[in-house]
């Protein structure tokens, strides 16, 4: 392709399109798998993608800047940057659209050595300085076009700066990628709250906070000194315009006269999101660029105040602007989800009712409240872990193959699995609240001892649930949910349990309790990150005695990177226009429609949590109700240590 390419297409362009997707229909291009492509082609999608009429296209004519005389140069839309970087892989866009949505997000192979195969000069150091980002123009769906030229800056702006949301996990977040060169040449960070301080202020509360990688500590100083002189503050009142008015003053002194791009990251309580909206919109948005918002949960405390909120924000904002953030989706394991299934033969097959006896999804916590009494008292553990957390999870383990990994086609499938779901009942549900009690000499403190929770207080710091999903793959399994505050350990995991061997030839080896033969699939997403299986073996000797054996993925023993903060990736992808981790408002919906009714329930008769002791394995309920579906719950016998 030469650089004399108009927006429309020639037909000699027409013809090398046409020879491009022959190779496609043939088995995958060459580039699909790091090979060299040739002279005449700038790339072509595989062959799992499904391709428009070239007729019908219209070849971008920024991209023609992109292209060499030899045709050997690649324009690739990436998350921002080239995985010389490791934030993302290559992208390939639809030929029929390219404006709106991306077909597939990644490649087999590491885009940095894909491009120098081309002939692509990359860049010779990870250091965030010297590294380019493309530059956006806004779009109806605000994803990201535009040519790569240092012409653009971004702004990422946190309401509510001087909270402990900020200081200890989005700043330092922000630093993780500007250390591994995620972020672009030109960005600026705003701290925006309440609270009166300097710049020099913020620098000095956030930089206690800061660390480098333990596999990356080179230049760590520098790195840090480098990444504060972006880092800026303006003191203001959340609902007052003017103030507003004057941060984007500020912003617009930093900007420097690019195209200015700006994100807001609300960490601030729900009640004030509609004014600091409200602010944004109408007084510090950007006049060409993209204006995105970060909305952290609690997305309401029900249908009705979900539903009131979304309204107020949609009032000032499109929904392509709100990301509805659940740290939860950015975890690494939680992200493995898709990749496990869709991705390995061995499992997919088996990801229904015809093998699956129950799935538990568990979360524990070994802490009370500890501080944030007043704040929980007002949620409790069903909204504050089980209504977004777990369901989100349960979600992604559920749902049917996406027709791509384009976010609205992931979310979509979402969405039907939340609304197959079955009505929660009462008596499917058990509640516990943690009490004092003593041991080895210490006295733990009971829920109702924080002077902030009123000490005849029912708010629930434990919730087990048995929820089913009324559709073909999963008609008659029980999902399992378990969340709970001060228990015998902290773990995130999810628990497959496989069903027995129909004729089991040894099990009379397992005596009566066959659940001891019961293969079992363990994702661990916290802590000591894992994924392992359970199965049968044999003991070496001369003897026919069996064991029960793992095999297990341990991700500190095979992968030396640090895994990064769920923070980072969620980050980075609201950059960058990525909404397949967020929350859409019909998932919103459907999720509290599962369980408002069960809440308004539990608060209207006045349900009397069941005590455990601080430090236990919660109440005696939630056994009874796992027996209740013949379900042993996985986290109470032996398991795997490390």
Known sequence: VSTECSSSLSTAFVREQQKLLAMASSGPCCCCYGGSPSSSAIGAPSTSLPVAPFSSFSWPGNLTDSVSANGRRLDAQDRGQLSWANCSAL????????????????????????????????????????????SEETAVDGSLVGKADGNSTVTITVIGASGDLATKKIFPALFALFYEGCLPKHFTICGFARTKMADGDLRTMISRTLTCRID???????????????????????????????????????????????????????????????????SASSGKGWTRVIVEKPFGRDSE??????????????????????????????????????????????????????????????????????????????????????LQILALFAMEPPVTLDAEDIRNEKVKVLRSMMPLQLEDVVVGQYKSYLRGGVRYPGYTDDKAVPSNSLTPTFAAAALFIDNARWDGVPFLMKAGKALHDRRAEVRVQFRHVPGNLYKRSFGIDMDRATNELVIRVQPDEAIYLKINNKLPGLGMRLDRSTLNLHYADRYSREIPDAYERLLLDAIEGERRLFIRSDELDAAWALFTPLLKELETKKVAPELYPYGSRGPVGAHYLGAKYNVRWGDVGSDLKH
Request: charged share 25%; aromatic share 12%.
């Open 91 to 134: 992208r390939w866009w639809s030929p029929s659209d390219w404006d709106r949505s991306l077909l597939s997000r990644y490649s087999a192979v590491d885009s940095s050595s894909l491009l120098q195969d081309a002939g692509v000069a990359t860049p010779q150091s990870k250091d965030a300085g010297e590294l380019s980002f493309r």
């Open 216 to 282: 990356q500590r080179d230049n760590c100083g520098d790195k840090i000194e480098k990444f504060l002189r972006r880092c800026f503050y303006h003191t203001g009142h959340y609902e007052s315009e003017e103030d507003f008015k004057q941060l984007d003053s500020k912003l617009k002194s930093q900007e420097s006269g690019r195209l200015a791009n700006r994100l807001f990251y609300l960490s601030i309580p729900p009640d004030i999101f509609v004014d600091v909206a409200r602010c944004v919109s109408c």
């Open 305 to 390: 105040s979900s539903a009131e909120l979304t309204r107020g924000l949609k009032q000032y904002l499109t929904e392509e602007q709100i990301f509805r953030i659940d740290h939860y989706l950015g975890k690494e394991l939680v992200e493995n989800l898709s990749v496990l299934r869709f991705s390995n033969l061995v499992f997919e097959p088996l990801w229904s009712r015809q093998y699956i006896r129950n799935v538990q999804l568990i979360f524990s916590e070994d802490f009370g409240t500890e501080g944030r009494g007043g704040y929980f008292d007002n949620y409790g553990i069903i909204r504050d872990i089980m209504q977004n957390h777990l």
